[in-house]
């Protein structure tokens, strides 16, 4: 049931590039242009007419709306907040019918989110489901919605369920900006077939396993890490704290790396390994210098570089390579090898990663 790996994390893992490919597949017809998505079809008027999208999760999928906040703003110039289920449906927000609610959740169980829908529908919203789980009762509490078809996520950490996400929400962004005309033929040509290179280069990301486990071996006593990122990788950083705290039980914290000078600087020493998030595009030299701020207080830098990197290769005790691609779908290639080092640093622990103490696959309660 595993298909030969020792853990379902590792399984759903490596299923990455088949997954990605399957939440695409029968949507993206990148040589007609197309997006295909009946969901938003069928309520066009009610996304380009919405004041602004609401995006509810928690957890993992609380990260891929994060990522979602960037690329609709982005790509499709549409206003976005992400709130956390929980937060939102207990503060008496501000909802009218103008607004779009897009709920994220694997599970499609989540006591808070499944709350905060039904709060959202009652004040008018027009509330959109994107989950894994087919009929699970958020999707069917939702106006409209959109699968992610990863498969059966079974591992209590998520993993191939927040690229899925993240890809779903691409495509949606994608199809409103070329529905508002927002974007030039060109560059939606471009998103549209570089989508479809994504599982290759996923594939091409896992082939750092054996280097990722290494690391692992480095840094496995580690009581506290930090996890850097800017701009659309600032979630990711979240998403690689958030997955060692919960399979390794190792203290971890996620940051925008420009926030490290207003606190979390105070912690670093040569006991703090630093995973850094420096893709070449986005704020690449400003990151390059939140790396010699760690590097000149002793910190363990380890970075996740574009292919080829040489400037951060310099600096950095340990580099892990993804491949090139558009800044916006950068987390989905810079999130594979921070689910590898928690997956690897977990196993070394002897930590039961498909089953983390205290945690359930679905919160049925709030
Ligand atoms: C993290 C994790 C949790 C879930 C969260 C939301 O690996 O599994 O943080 O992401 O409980 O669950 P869903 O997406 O099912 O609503």
């Known amino acids: 049931e595993k298909g030969g790996y020792d853990h379902f994390m590792l399984k759903e893992i490596y299923e990455q590039p088949r997954a990605i490919k399957d939440t695409y597949r029968g949507r993206l017809l990148a040589d007609q242009g197309i997006i295909r998505m009946a969901g938003i079809d069928l309520n066009m008027e009610k996304f380009l007419n919405a004041n602004r999208i609401i995006i509810v ?3 993992t999928s609380w990260h891929a709306g994060l990522v979602a906040e960037y690329i609709f703003e982005d790509l499709a110039r549409i206003p976005v907040e992400v709130e956390y289920a929980s937060e939102f449906r207990y503060r008496n927000p501000v909802i009218t019918d103008k607004d779009v609610l897009i709920a994220i959740s694997q599970s499609g169980e989540t006591a808070d989110t499944l709350a905060a829908i039904k709060l959202a529908k009652e004040k008018g919203a027009f509330v959109f489901g994107v989950c894994n789980v087919v009929g699970s009762s958020i999707a069917r509490e939702s106006d409209a919605g959109a699968y992610t078809h990863a498969g059966p996520e079974i591992g209590v950490a998520s993993t191939k369920a927040f690229t899925t996400q993240i890809t779903v929400l691409t495509l949606m962004a994608l199809k409103l900006a070329k529905a508002k005309g927002v974007f030039s033929e060109s560059r939606y040509h471009e998103y549209l077939t570089e989508l479809e290179t994504i599982p290759s280069k996923v594939e091409k990301a896992l082939e750092s396993n054996t280097l990722i486990e290494i690391i692992a071996d480095v840094y496995k006593d580690s009581t506290n890490c930090l996890y850097l990122g800017r701009g659309y990788n600032f979630p ?4 690689g704290a958030l997955k060692l705290k919960e399979i390794s039980y190792i203290h971890a914290e996620g940051y925008p790396a420009a926030e490290m000078k207003h606190g979390p600087i105070a912690l670093i020493d040569e006991h703090m ?3 850094v998030i420096a893709t070449k595009k ?3 030299e400003k990151v390059v210098s939140n790396i010699q701020e760690i590097k000149s207080r002793k910190g363990k830098i380890i970075a996740i570089v574009t292919e080829g990197d040489e400037q951060v290769r310099d600096l950095a005790d340990h580099v892990i390579e993804v491949p090139e691609t ?3 779908l950068t987390p989905l290639l810079t999130t ?6 928690s997956y690897h640093i977990a196993v070394m622990r002897n930590c039961n990663v498909d089953q983390p103490r205290n945690l359930a696959k679905s919160v049925t309660v709030e």
Request: glycine share 10%.
């Open 282 to 284: 986005g704020h690449y």
């Open 273 to 275: 390994p630093v995973f």
């Open 236 to 239: 990711v950083a979240l998403e």
């Open 326 to 328: 558009l800044e916006s």
């Open 336 to 341: 594979i090898p921070l689910q590898l080092l």
């Open 57 to 59: 999760a928690c957890g």
